[in-house]
């Protein structure tokens, strides 16, 4: 896969530090691919030390521009870092890094710039997710890496292929299809798809192929299969399939589970005690898409902050006649008799401060939360290119022209917290839906954790 000698096996990329040099590192000494997360990875300061993403700057484009020097920077030193770890094998051709970006973070386009320029030689490609990014080939193929756009639906990668891809075809390592019901992190379901009804992803990938051979893709260039991939051996009628052509699998939450994982101890250890059900398809991420987490306290929290929902009208117009008299002040807001009496009871029980939402709708919060809200949106920094939360967009106006909604949060605080030994329960905690497997699956009875060697020569058993 993109000239390289590789086990058909790979390690997703996972933001913002779950896969760093020494996951991706390990990965690539042992035959396979690894990825590095280049959304706001860490970098050192000279003795080692991970030097603490804090950002100085008063206004919000500035704090963007330190964004995107942090990102750069971490992004270049994770890349080095794991080349050196693995330069054994990947010097002879064998084993490769990539580097993984979310399209839709801020800055994207010059982050890549920036790392690509500063590590030629030493990655394979880019994998890169979430929106369209039509722009991807052509920065690809101007650093001579490859690129591996992840989608969930043939027609996105027709659409991609036809505006874009086709200009820069053999830099085109391989095509990702991440089945947007099962993976971890963010998903791509689009409004054709039905979230509470998952697709099997054996036909969705051979409509994949078929796109691909339509638009003069070889077979041997390969579909990588995300999501819901824990043993092989569930797979083999997808192995050596002429209907598929070259498959390869990428794997992202089972191997948050070795040695060389950078996820704190806590996160590691709450894996092993995962069940069905715990993870969570949810609409809460600040980037619009569906995301797949645990369902922790965090989530939680979430959940019920959105159902303390109340629809208003500035009029008294329909069902809406009745005054609120609670968590606005002297405002005037119209609602339901229903919404009236549920919104008394909410503040009777201490969510006493009503916040809009962008969609003429109240939550009800704790002040605690509301200073807590406001101030996560006062600190924003734009690391997304619009966000729902914050209402930033990395545009002329540095706005998305809707107001900020506080059903949703700041993704960026909560994904290096957690990454940096935070709170488990009280972060966001990204996990794919096979999670629950961790305490079925004997290999780890005990509570054994497998260096990334033992876990890579376990699949290839088949296990
Ligand atoms: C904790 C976590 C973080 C992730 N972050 C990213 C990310 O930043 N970018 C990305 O393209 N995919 C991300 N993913 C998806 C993985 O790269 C991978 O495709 C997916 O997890 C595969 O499905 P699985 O979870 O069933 O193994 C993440 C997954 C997890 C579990």
């Excluded at 949106?377 to 209402?391: E, H, R, T, V, W």
Aim: proline residues 5%.
């Amino acid at each position: 896969m993109g000239g390289r000698e590789v086990w058909p096996l790979v390690e997703g990329g996972k933001g913002v530090a779950a896969t760093n040099h020494l996951s991706s590192g390990a990965w690539a000494l042992a035959g396979g691919v690894g990825t590095i997360s280049a959304v706001n990875a860490d970098s050192y300061d000279p003795t080692g030390r991970i030097i603490p993403q804090i950002y100085r700057a008063l206004s919000r484009r500035d704090r963007h521009e330190e964004l995107i020097s942090y990102a750069i920077d971490g992004a270049v030193s994770q890349v080095q870092r794991a080349y050196d770890m693995a330069a054994s094998e990947l010097s002879r051709g064998i084993g490769a890094l990539n580097i993984n970006v979310l399209w839709e973070m801020g800055g994207a386009q010059r982050v890549l710039h920036g790392v690509l320029e500063r590590t030629r030689g030493l990655v394979n490609g880019v994998t890169c997710g979430a929106g369209m990014p039509y722009k991807l080939s052509e920065i690809a193929g101007q650093y001579g890496v490859h690129y591996y756009p992840i989608i969930s639906s043939a027609r996105a990668f027709r659409a991609l292929w036809k505006r874009a891809y086709s200009r820069a075809a053999e830099w085109l390592g391989a095509v990702v299809y991440e089945d947007p019901w099962l993976a971890g992190g963010h998903n791509g379901l689009s409004n054709a798809e039905d979230p509470r009804v998952p697709q099997d992803p054996y036909p969705r990938v051979k409509e994949l192929r078929a796109v691909m051979r339509e638009s003069g893709i070889p077979d041997s260039t390969p579909i990588v299969m995300a999501g819901g991939v824990w043993r092989l051996d569930e797979w083999t009628d997808w192995i050596d399939n002429p209907e598929l052509g070259q498959i390869v699998f990428q794997f992202g939450t089972r191997p948050l589970l070795t040695q060389e994982s950078p996820i704190p101890e806590a996160w590691k250890q709450r894996l092993l005690t995962l069940e069905k059900g715990d993870i969570l398809l949810h609409k809460f991420s600040p980037t619009g898409f569906y995301s797949s987490a645990v369902r922790n306290a965090f989530l939680r929290h979430l959940e019920a902050r959105s159902e303390r929902q109340v629809a208003f009208s500035a009029t008294a117009t329909g069902d809406h006649q009745f005054l609120l008299d609670v968590g606005v002040g002297r405002k005037n807001y119209y609602v339901t008799r229903d919404d009236l009496l549920r919104a008394r009871q909410w503040h009777g029980l201490g969510f006493t401060e009503a916040l809009k939402t962008p969609d003429n709708t109240l939550v009800f919060v704790a002040p605690e939360d509301k200073a807590a809200i406001r101030q996560d949106q006062a600190d924003c920094m734009g690391c997304l290119s619009q966000c729902g939360f914050s209402s930033w967009a990395d545009n002329a106006t540095n706005s998305t022209g809707r107001l900020a909604d506080p059903r949703s949060f700041c993704i960026q605080k909560t994904l290096q917290d957690i990454v940096h030994g935070g709170d488990t329960e009280q972060n966001l905690m990204f996990g794919g839906h096979s999670a629950y497997r961790f305490a079925k699956d004997p290999f780890y009875s005990n509570g054994f954790v497998p260096t990334v060697r033992q876990l890579v020569d376990r699949i290839l058993t088949g296990a």
